[in-house]
C-alpha cells in the first residue's frame, strides 16, 4: 500500500547528504583499486595508496570530512594490518555500476513513460471521435457513437460515477476513522493486529464477487433503507424513487463501493494515528480528558490531513471501480429511463466501457469510448494528485506545513 | 515510555479524575465508545457475510477432482459438470507473465528511488508518477493497452495483452513495497560493503536485495492478489474461452474472473450458479492464501534493526 509518509519532509536533509557522502567514499576506492583485475593484490593496492586516498577525501569532502575520513581510514589500515587474507571482493569497475545505474534509472524513467503514454496514447486515439462528435460531448447525455451522425456525451456517466463515489465516500469515511480508531487506540493489544489484518482482507476480495454479493445478497436488505429514504427526502430530486422495486441503483453501488474503499481509507488513517505523539494524548489524559475528548483534542487534529488525503485516495479508488458497479446497476432503458435520483440505475464511466466492450469494432466507435476513459483518467489523476499534494503540504500534525516550508527552502539552498 | 502506556488506563478511568466527570463528559465518552465499537462490527459484517456466501454455495464442487482437472469443453449452462482448469491456468499463465515483466522493473525501480535518486528532483517525479499509477483504475490501464496493442498494432485480443494492462497495476504495489524494505537496510550494511571496496551495483545486488528479500517477497505476493482479481482487463483484452487454452499469444482465454462474468446472468440456472459461486471460492483462496502467505513472509523476514 502506498503510505504518507512515502515523501516524510524531516529525513530528506539528512538522506540527501548521506546519498552525497556515499558515492564518493566509493568512487574514491574504485579509481584506485580500477585498473587491476587481479583482486587478490588489492589489499596491497589499498595500502599503498592510502595515504593519498585519505588526503583525496580530505580536500573532495570539503566541510564535513569527519563523516567520510575515518571510515576510509580505518578500512585501509585495517586491509593493510591483514595483507595476507584473500578477500572476493568482485570485478572493481565502473562498467558493471554504470550498467547498474542506467538500468535502475531507466526503470525510474519507465514509470514516468508509462504515466504519460497513457495520458498521450488515450488522448491520440480520442481526438478524432471527438471531431467528428456531432453532440456536446461534455454536455450531453446521448451516447450514440458510430454511425454516420455519431452523437455521444459524457454528462450522464459524468453524474453517476461523481454522485456514486461521493456517496461511497461519505459513508465509507466515518467507519474507516472508527475502525481506525477502534485499532489505534480501543482494541485491546492482543487483538489489533488480527483486526487490522482482518479489515485489510476486505481489500482482497475480488471485485467481481462483491458486485455479485451486492446485488444478490445486499441489494434485498436495502430496500427498505432506499424506501424509507425516499419517503422521508423525497422532495429532493437527488432521493425521489422512480416507480418500481428496483435495487440495482445507485444507493446500492455507492454502499458496495464504500465497502471495498473501507480497506484502503482505514489503513491510511490508522498509520497516521497511531503517529500521534505520546505528549499531545497523555498530555489531553493528564489535564482529566476524557478517552473520547483525548482522541477529539489531540488525536484527530492530528490525523486530519491524513484522513483527508486517505479519503480522496478512496474516492478515486471507487471513481474507477468496475465490475462490481457494472454488475449492480441497472442500465436506463425505455422502460425505465435516465434520472438525476440516486435511487435510480445507471452508468458510470467504467460500468459502460465494460459493459460495451464488444462494440470496439470500429475505430469510430471505440474512439468514443476512448474518449470516456481519457476522461476518467483525468479525473482520477486530479483527485490523485490532490490526495497526494494534501499530504505533502500538511505532514501529521497542524503546524508541519510551516517547518515543512523553511526545510524546503533550507534544501533548495544546500543542493 | 512503555511504562507510561501501561498506566494509561488509570488516567483513563474514574478514580484519577480529579476534576469529577460531569454526566455529559462520561455520557458523550461512552457513546463514542459504543459507535467505534459499532464501526468495526460495522466493517467486519461484509467480509463474514461474503466469505459465508461465497463459502457455503461454492465449497461442494471444489470438493470434486473434476473441478481441478477439467475444463468446461462442450458443458451448457443446464449441465453439470466440468471444472476450472482452463480458468485457474488462464489466471495463473497471466498473473505469472504479469510478474515476470512486473517485478523487475518495480524492484530497479525502488532500487533508483532509493539508492541513486534519493533526494532529487527526478526521484520526486518517479515517485509522484508512482502514486498516479497506483490510482489509474483497472478499466483505464485495460483502454490504454487496448489503443496500443489492438488500434494502434493491429494485434488479436490475446492473454499477454491482459498481462501488459496487469503490469500497470501491479508495478506501483511491489515498487511501492520494495521501497520501503531498501529504506529499512541499515546504512551500515551498505558501508560496511563499501569499505570492503565493493562497487555500488554488487553492493545493492548482494548486500541490500538479499537484506530486504523477504518484504519483496511479499510486494509481489500482494501485488499478484491485486491483479488476479482484476476482471476489466479481462473483459476487454481477451475474450473467455471454455476450452484448456495454454498459449498467452494465441486465441481467447479462460480465467476465473470471466469465468464468473460468464454465467453470472444464468444463476436462475442450478449448475450455472454452483459453477459460479465455486469459481468466485477457487478465486478467493488463491488470493486470500497469496495474501496469508505473504502476511507470514513479511513477518518471519522482517528486517530486524539493531
Same mark, same amino acid.
Given at each position: 500500500?502506498?503510505?504518507?509518509?512515502?515523501?516524510?519532509?524531516?529525513?530528506?536533509?539528512?538522506?540527501?547528504?548521506?546519498?552525497?557522502? #556515499?558515492?564518493?567514499?566509493?568512487?574514491?576506492?574504485?579509481?584506485?583499486?580500477?585498473?587491476?583485475?587481479?583482486? #587478490?593484490?588489492?589489499?596491497?593496492?589499498?595500502?599503498?595508496?592510502?595515504?593519498?586516498?585519505?588526503? #583525496?577525501?580530505?580536500? #573532495?569532502?570539503?566541510?564535513?570530512?569527519?563523516?567520510?575520513?575515518?571510515?576510509?581510514?580505518?578500512?585501509?589500515?585495517?586491509?593493510?594490518?591483514?595483507?595476507?587474507?584473500?578477500? +572476493?571482493?568482485?570485478?572493481?569497475?565502473?562498467?558493471?555500476?554504470?550498467?547498474?545505474?542506467?538500468?535502475?534509472?531507466?526503470? /525510474?524513467?519507465?514509470?514516468?513513460?508509462?504515466?504519460?503514454?497513457?495520458?498521450?496514447?488515450?488522448?491520440?486515439?480520442?481526438?478524432?471521435?471527438?471531431?467528428?462528435?456531432?453532440?456536446?460531448?461534455?454536455?450531453?447525455?446521448?451516447?450514440?457513437?458510430?454511425?454516420?451522425?455519431?452523437?455521444?456525451?459524457? %454528462?450522464?456517466?459524468?453524474?453517476?460515477?461523481?454522485?456514486?463515489?461521493?456517496?461511497?465516500?461519505?459513508?465509507?469515511?466515518?467507519?474507516?476513522?472508527?475502525?481506525?480508531?477502534?485499532?489505534?487506540?480501543?482494541?485491546?493489544? @492482543?487483538?489489533?493486529?488480527?483486526?487490522?489484518?482482518?479489515?485489510?482482507?476486505?481489500?482482497?476480495?475480488?471485485?467481481?464477487?462483491? /458486485?455479485?454479493?451486492?446485488?444478490?445478497?445486499?441489494?434485498?436488505?436495502?430496500?427498505?433503507?432506499?424506501?424509507?429514504?425516499?419517503?422521508?427526502?423525497?422532495?429532493?430530486? $437527488?432521493?425521489?424513487?422512480?416507480?418500481?422495486?428496483?435495487?440495482?441503483?445507485?444507493?446500492?453501488?455507492?454502499?458496495?463501493? %464504500?465497502?471495498?474503499? $473501507?480497506?484502503?481509507?482505514?489503513?491510511?488513517?490508522?498509520?497516521?494515528?497511531?503517529?500521534?505523539?505520546?505528549?499531545?494524548? +497523555?498530555?489531553?489524559? %493528564?489535564?482529566?480528558?476524557?478517552?473520547?475528548?483525548?482522541? @477529539?483534542?489531540?488525536?484527530?487534529?492530528?490525523?486530519?490531513?491524513?484522513?483527508?488525503?486517505?479519503?480522496?485516495? /478512496?474516492?478515486? @479508488?471507487?471513481?474507477? +471501480?468496475?465490475?462490481?458497479?457494472?454488475?449492480?446497476?441497472?442500465?436506463?432503458?425505455?422502460?425505465?429511463?435516465?434520472?438525476?435520483?440516486?435511487?435510480?440505475?445507471?452508468?458510470?464511466?467504467?460500468?459502460?466501457?465494460?459493459?460495451?466492450? %464488444? +462494440?470496439?469494432?470500429?475505430?469510430?466507435?471505440?474512439?468514443?469510448?476512448?474518449?470516456?476513459?481519457?476522461?476518467?483518467?483525468?479525473?482520477?489523476?486530479?483527485?490523485?494528485?490532490?490526495?497526494?499534494?494534501?499530504?505533502?503540504?500538511?505532514?501529521? /500534525?497542524? @503546524?508541519?506545513?510551516?517547518?515543512?516550508?523553511?526545510?524546503?527552502?533550507?534544501?533548495?539552498?544546500?543542493? | 515510555?512503555?511504562?507510561?502506556?501501561?498506566?494509561?488506563?488509570?488516567?483513563?478511568?474514574?478514580?484519577?479524575?480529579?476534576?469529577?466527570?460531569?454526566?455529559?463528559?462520561?455520557?458523550?465518552?461512552?457513546?463514542?465508545?459504543?459507535?467505534?465499537?459499532?464501526?468495526?462490527?460495522?466493517?467486519?459484517?461484509?467480509?463474514?457475510?461474503?466469505?459465508?456466501?461465497?463459502?457455503?454455495?461454492?465449497?461442494?464442487?471444489?470438493?470434486?477432482?473434476?473441478?481441478?482437472?477439467?475444463?468446461?469443453?462442450?458443458?451448457?449452462?443446464?449441465?453439470?459438470?466440468?471444472?476450472?482448469?482452463?480458468?485457474?491456468?488462464?489466471?495463473?499463465?497471466?498473473?505469472?507473465?504479469?510478474?515476470?515483466?512486473?517485478?523487475?522493473?518495480?524492484?530497479?525501480?525502488?532500487?533508483?528511488?532509493?539508492?541513486?535518486?534519493?533526494?532529487?528532483?527526478?526521484?520526486?517525479?518517479?515517485? !509522484?508518477?508512482?502514486?498516479?499509477?497506483?490510482?489509474?483504475?483497472?478499466?483505464?490501464?485495460?483502454?490504454?493497452?487496448?489503443?496500443?496493442?489492438?488500434?494502434? !498494432?493491429?494485434?488479436?485480443?490475446?492473454? !499477454?495483452?491482459?498481462?501488459?494492462?496487469?503490469?500497470?497495476?501491479?508495478?506501483?504495489?511491489?515498487?511501492?513495497?520494495?521501497?520501503?524494505?531498501?529504506?529499512?537496510?541499515?546504512?551500515?550494511?551498505?558501508?560496511?560493503?563499501?569499505?570492503?571496496?565493493?562497487?555500488?551495483?554488487?553492493?545493492?545486488?548482494?548486500?541490500?536485495?538479499?537484506?530486504? !528479500?523477504?518484504?519483496?517477497?511479499?510486494?509481489?505476493?500482494?501485488?499478484?492478489?491485486?491483479?488476479?482479481?482484476?476482471?476489466?482487463?479481462?473483459?476487454?483484452?481477451?475474450?473467455?474461452?471454455?476450452?484448456?487454452?495454454?498459449?498467452?499469444?494465441?486465441?481467447?482465454?479462460?480465467?476465473?474472473?470471466?469465468?464468473?462474468?460468464?454465467?453470472?446472468?444464468?444463476?436462475?440456472?442450478?449448475?450455472?450458479?454452483?459453477?459460479?459461486?465455486?469459481?468466485?471460492?477457487?478465486?478467493?483462496?488463491?488470493?486470500?492464501?497469496?495474501?496469508?502467505?505473504?502476511?507470514?513472509?513479511?513477518?518471519?523476514?522482517?528486517?530486524?534493526?539493531?
Amino acid at each position: 500500500m502506498s503510505s504518507p509518509d512515502g515523501t516524510a519532509p524531516p529525513d530528506r536533509p539528512d538522506g540527501t547528504a548521506a546519498g552525497q557522502e #556515499e558515492p564518493k567514499i566509493e568512487d574514491l576506492v574504485h579509481e584506485d583499486a580500477g585498473p587491476t583485475p587481479r583482486f #587478490e593484490d588489492l589489499a596491497e593496492e589499498h595500502a599503498e595508496h592510502e595515504a593519498e586516498l585519505s588526503a #583525496e577525501v580530505m580536500t #573532495e569532502s570539503g566541510p564535513e570530512p569527519a563523516a567520510a575520513d575515518p571510515a576510509v581510514a580505518a578500512t585501509g589500515t585495517a586491509v593493510a594490518t591483514e595483507p595476507g587474507k584473500k578477500m +572476493e571482493l568482485g570485478p572493481v569497475g565502473h562498467l558493471g555500476d554504470r550498467l547498474f545505474s542506467a538500468f535502475a534509472r531507466g526503470s /525510474g524513467g519507465l514509470v514516468v513513460l508509462i504515466v504519460a503514454f497513457v495520458g498521450i496514447f488515450l488522448l491520440a486515439l480520442a481526438i478524432p471521435a471527438l471531431a467528428d462528435d456531432k453532440s456536446s460531448f461534455l454536455f450531453s447525455r446521448i451516447w450514440e457513437p458510430g454511425g454516420d451522425q455519431p452523437r455521444f456525451g459524457i %454528462a450522464a456517466m459524468f453524474y453517476t460515477t461523481v454522485v456514486s463515489s461521493i456517496i461511497a465516500m461519505l459513508i465509507a469515511v466515518p467507519v474507516a476513522i472508527g475502525v481506525a480508531l477502534f485499532i489505534t487506540y480501543y482494541a485491546p493489544k @492482543r487483538l489489533a493486529q488480527p483486526v487490522a489484518y482482518a479489515v485489510d482482507l476486505l481489500a482482497a476480495v475480488p471485485s467481481i464477487i462483491y /458486485g455479485l454479493w451486492g446485488i444478490l445478497f445486499f441489494a434485498p436488505i436495502l430496500l427498505p433503507v432506499i424506501n424509507g429514504l425516499s419517503d422521508a427526502l423525497g422532495w429532493i430530486p $437527488l432521493f425521489e424513487k422512480p416507480p418500481g422495486d428496483n435495487v440495482g441503483v445507485v444507493f446500492t453501488a455507492s454502499v458496495v463501493l %464504500a465497502i471495498m474503499i $473501507l480497506p484502503v481509507v482505514t489503513a491510511i488513517s490508522r498509520e497516521i494515528f497511531a503517529q500521534t505523539p505520546i505528549a499531545h494524548r +497523555e498530555g489531553a489524559l %493528564a489535564l482529566g480528558a476524557t478517552k473520547w475528548e483525548m482522541i @477529539r483534542m489531540s488525536v484527530l487534529p492530528y490525523g486530519r490531513s491524513g484522513v483527508v488525503s486517505a479519503s480522496m485516495l /478512496g474516492l478515486g @479508488r471507487a471513481l474507477g +471501480e468496475t465490475v462490481a458497479v457494472l454488475i449492480i446497476l441497472s442500465v436506463p432503458n425505455g422502460n425505465d429511463p435516465w434520472n438525476s435520483s440516486i435511487f435510480a440505475g445507471g452508468e458510470t464511466f467504467a460500468s459502460k466501457i465494460a459493459n460495451n466492450a %464488444a +462494440e470496439f469494432d470500429s475505430p469510430e466507435k471505440t474512439g468514443a469510448y476512448i474518449a470516456a476513459g481519457l476522461v476518467l483518467f483525468v479525473v482520477t489523476f486530479l483527485v490523485n494528485s490532490a490526495a497526494r499534494i494534501i499530504v505533502d503540504r500538511s505532514g501529521p /500534525g497542524g @503546524r508541519r506545513p510551516r517547518r515543512k516550508r523553511g526545510a524546503g527552502v533550507a534544501q533548495g539552498a544546500s543542493s | 515510555m512503555t511504562a507510561i502506556a501501561e498506566n494509561k488506563p488509570a488516567y483513563d478511568g474514574q478514580a484519577l479524575d480529579l476534576t469529577g466527570k460531569s454526566g455529559a463528559r462520561a455520557f458523550k465518552n461512552t457513546l463514542a465508545t459504543v459507535l467505534i465499537v459499532l464501526a468495526f462490527v460495522i466493517a467486519m459484517i461484509p467480509l463474514l457475510w461474503i466469505l459465508g456466501t461465497v463459502i457455503s454455495k461454492g465449497y461442494h464442487l471444489l470438493l470434486s477432482a473434476d473441478w481441478w482437472s477439467q475444463s468446461q469443453r462442450g458443458i451448457t449452462v443446464r449441465r453439470e459438470g466440468g471444472g476450472a482448469y482452463h480458468a485457474i491456468m488462464g489466471t495463473l499463465i497471466m498473473s505469472l507473465i504479469t510478474a515476470l515483466i512486473a517485478v523487475p522493473i518495480a524492484v530497479l525501480g525502488a532500487v533508483y528511488l532509493v539508492e541513486y535518486g534519493k533526494g532529487t528532483r527526478a526521484a520526486r517525479v518517479v515517485s !509522484f508518477m508512482i502514486d498516479i499509477l497506483t490510482g489509474v483504475p483497472s478499466i483505464v490501464a485495460a483502454l490504454f493497452i487496448y489503443a496500443v496493442w489492438i488500434t494502434i !498494432f493491429g494485434f488479436n485480443r490475446v492473454g !499477454f495483452a491482459v498481462s501488459l494492462s496487469l503490469v500497470l497495476l501491479m508495478l506501483p504495489v511491489v515498487l511501492r513495497s520494495t521501497e520501503e524494505m531498501l529504506k529499512l537496510v541499515p546504512d551500515e550494511l551498505r558501508e560496511a560493503s563499501y569499505a570492503l571496496g565493493v562497487p555500488k551495483w554488487k553492493t545493492i545486488m548482494k548486500v541490500v536485495v538479499p537484506t530486504a !528479500f523477504g518484504g519483496i517477497v511479499t510486494g509481489v505476493m500482494l501485488g499478484l492478489a491485486r491483479v488476479m482479481g482484476e476482471t476489466a482487463p479481462l473483459l476487454i483484452l481477451v475474450g473467455y474461452s471454455k476450452n484448456i487454452n495454454l498459449n498467452p499469444f494465441n486465441g481467447f482465454m479462460g480465467a476465473l474472473p470471466t469465468m464468473i462474468n460468464q454465467d453470472r446472468t444464468e444463476l436462475a440456472l442450478q449448475p450455472a450458479a454452483d459453477r459460479v459461486w465455486a469459481a468466485a471460492l477457487t478465486l478467493i483462496l488463491l488470493v486470500l492464501v497469496l495474501n496469508v502467505l505473504a502476511r507470514l513472509v513479511a513477518r518471519f523476514s522482517a528486517i530486524k534493526s539493531k
